[in-house]
């Protein structure tokens, strides 16, 4: 462990200290808009990691790839959402349709966060839902048994070699820290490791920081009693020369941006019609919907909720009615309800799923095991999802501290993927 290091460790152990003193007080925030001057740094040494490559950002589609260190996440949530924060930010900021972005997870290895889903997307916009949609590719939980630490000088090498053929990709690792620390019992690369010397022919790690980060990113976390300043590193990775595939002829990057943003809504014709023939079905419209809200029916009929590979079809299912409850390993319902018993989670009812007019509510029932992060942001006790369906996927933290049969307390966290289906 290198000495910056070192006198950085204490400034983040006060961080977290000050953070679990408020926890009590005051739920912590993170203030989205520090990020933005740190952001900005980030996006000129993308632009100018391209240029070095004689490739060009205005003419170019580029394959931006993030990968997220994550074995501090349990210890510093904000820390996490900061770092998800900074990856959708500079897509948002610079990316155009017919980009790529694809999401990666590194400790000691790159791990598979989430192995049943394609994480790899190709933007079609800047909009609110392609917003979700990429921090929906962002990891939220460490490794599983993760042992903390992380290697990157291993990681570049493993991401050098996945993308040695697309010289069209910008990797960014985000991580609390950019030098490399060991977990318990285990080695890192190194800076003179040959295979490390070998990614480095191909491509250019950009250092501007002695612990080899090419951007320092500073960020606010807001308390009831003060603000505090905790910070990440970013590394970017780039090829020595950069090819990406041409935009369309004739446009550059800054005009499909301006055509994206200025896109008219474009009007419904509108043809002479008698009022009065119009008020027949809107009548029986109102009457239709109050009905379905208020005299149990409440369902928008081909939705399907999918918790865990498990299938519940929310036809005919009343407003407000528990549609399934979470609960841990053996634990069964007493009133009839469905059970989805989690493994490793505490074994009680931890939550419900309750139907709602326009979605489903998620609501922690368990003072000891909560909801605590949904879709990468830090969620409500009670949290909608409503129904979308260009937006079907889910992920759900729940975490808390569980006593075990010995009367010792341990951090459980479990991931649930929710779907939200219409057939």
Not at 125 to 139: F, I, K, V
Not at 184 to 196: E, R, W
Not at 357 to 376: V, Y
Request: proline fraction near 6%; include cysteine.
């Amino acid at each position: 462990m290198n000495c910056s290091l070192l006198l950085r460790l204490p400034s983040a152990l006060l961080l977290l200290g000050l953070l679990n003193a408020q926890a009590q007080e005051g739920k912590p925030e993170l203030d989205l808009k520090s990020l933005e001057p740190g952001i900005l740094k980030l996006q000129t040494a993308a632009k100018k990691a391209i240029q070095d490559g004689t490739g060009n950002l205005d003419t170019q589609n580029v394959h931006w790839v993030f990968a997220f260190s994550t074995g501090h996440y349990k210890s510093d949530p904000l820390g996490a959402q900061a770092a998800r924060e900074v990856a959708t930010q500079l897509v948002q900021n610079l990316g155009v349709t017919g980009d790529r972005v694809t999401a990666r997870a590194w400790e000691m290895q790159i791990w598979e966060h989430k192995p049943t889903t394609d994480l790899t997307r190709t933007l079609q916009g800047n909009t609110a839902e392609e917003r979700t949609a990429l921090q929906n590719l962002w990891p939220t939980t460490p490794q599983q048994e993760s042992v903390g630490g992380h290697d990157t000088e291993q990681a570049i090498v493993s991401l050098t070699q996945e993308f040695q053929n697309d010289a069209g990709t910008l990797i960014f690792l985000v991580t609390n820290t950019a030098a490399s620390i060991g977990a318990a019992g285990q080695k890192v690369l190194g800076l003179n490791a040959p295979d490390y010397l070998t990614a480095l022919e191909n491509w250019n790690r950009v250092d501007s920081t002695r612990d080899g980060a090419t951007v320092t990113i500073n960020y606010i976390v807001k308390t009831p009693e003060r603000n505090i300043t905790g910070s990440l590193d970013v590394i970017l990775v780039a090829p020595r020369t950069f090819v990406g595939p041409a935009l369309p002829e004739g446009k550059n990057r800054e005009v499909l941006r301006q055509e994206k943003a200025s896109e008219p809504v474009k009007p419904a014709e509108s043809k002479p019609f008698p009022v009065a023939l119009l008020l027949v079905p809107l009548l029986l419209g109102i009457a239709y919907l109050l009905y379905r809200t208020f005299a149990g029916g409440g369902s928008r009929g081909g939705w399907v909720l999918e918790v865990e590979g498990q299938r519940f079809d929310l036809a005919g299912i009343p407003v407000q009615k528990v549609v399934v409850a979470l609960a841990g390993t053996g634990v069964s319902s007493e009133d009839g309800t469905h059970v989805v018993n989690v493994p490793q989670a505490p074994a009680e009812k931890f939550a419900e799923i309750i139907r709602v007019p326009n979605g489903i509510k998620i609501r922690s029932t368990s003072e000891n095991f909560e909801l605590k992060e949904i879709d990468g942001k830090v969620a409500t006790r009670d949290l909608v999802l409503p129904f979308k369906p260009d937006l079907p996927d889910h992920s759900a933290v729940f975490a808390g501290e569980v006593r075990s049969s010995s009367g010792i307390p341990r951090h459980i966290e479990r991931t649930l993927q929710i779907r939200l289906v219409k057939e």
